[in-house]
């Protein structure tokens, strides 16, 4: 069975870091490209970046809002992926999920997710 | 980025109705969308992928059609577990992007 657990989310005040992290568990991680997408308290989802698989070139996008703060890393010897915050805003508030990506060829979608991490930025 | 435009924001409907819900996109995407529910307090599930595909696991009634720039995804037969919001999502370019979702009610 297909598990992510992410953990690391609380309060922080805004300029602040925070790091996210995500284990998984149940698929080969190695092969997967690890996604973080989050929801602001009400709205809807907003895709924040991805990192592909070591084989896949391990490189990493980024939605706009986030490029330049946020970075994602991958410790595959432990089945987890980070996402490191910094500089963080108040609209970075949100619950952050990690998902899955083991689709095939040029097919891809958000097959497993975790449960949600909730990063609140507040002073 | 590309836009994703989803209708309608909410809808009311009775179990056994049919539920159509439509996405277009601001450019060509082909058939490079998918689409999820969230149930209220739980994290999306995957339903449909490639405009077309059932997950698995999913139950038959849900459905998803269309390519270029618009889709349609269909509920055949409304159900009282159905009840959530729905988003689609594109996938033809970084960064990817989500409809603003579809609030489902049972009346």
């Known amino acids: 069975e297909v598990q992510l657990v992410e953990s690391g989310g609380g309060l922080v005040k805004p300029g602040g870091s925070l790091r996210l992290s995500c284990a998984g568990s149940?698929?080969?991680?190695?092969?997967?490209?690890m996604n973080w997408i989050r929801q602001a308290p009400g709205k809807g989802l907003e895709w924040v970046g991805r990192i592909k698989s070591k084989s896949d070139s391990g490189t990493t996008d980024y939605a706009a809002p986030v490029k330049g703060r946020f970075t994602i890393s991958r410790g595959d010897s432990k089945n987890t992926v980070f996402l490191h915050m910094n500089s963080l805003k108040i609209e970075d508030t949100a619950v952050y999920y990690c998902a899955t990506d083991l689709g095939v060829g040029a097919t891809s979608y958000f097959d497993f997710w975790g449960q949600g991490t909730l990063v609140t930025v507040s002073s | 980025d590309i836009q994703m435009t989803q209708s309608p924001s909410s809808l009311s409907a009775s179990v056994g109705d049919r539920v159509n819900i439509t996405c277009q996109a601001s450019?060509?995407?082909?058939?490079?969308i998918n689409w999820y529910q969230q149930q209220p307090g739980k994290a999306p599930n995957l339903l449909i992928y490639?405009?077309?595909n059932l997950q698995t696991g999913v139950p038959s009634r849900f459905s998803g059609s269309g390519s270029g720039t618009h889709f349609t995804f269909t509920i055949s037969s409304l159900q009282p577990e159905d009840i959530g919001k729905y988003y689609c999502?594109?996938?033809?370019?970084?960064?990817?992007?989500f409809g603003q979702g579809t609030k489902l009610e049972i009346k």
């Open positions: 149940g698929f080969t991680f190695a092969n997967a490209w």
């Open positions: 999502q594109q996938y033809e370019n970084v960064p990817y992007t």
């Open positions: 450019q060509d995407i082909s058939n490079c």
């Open positions: 490639r405009a077309s």
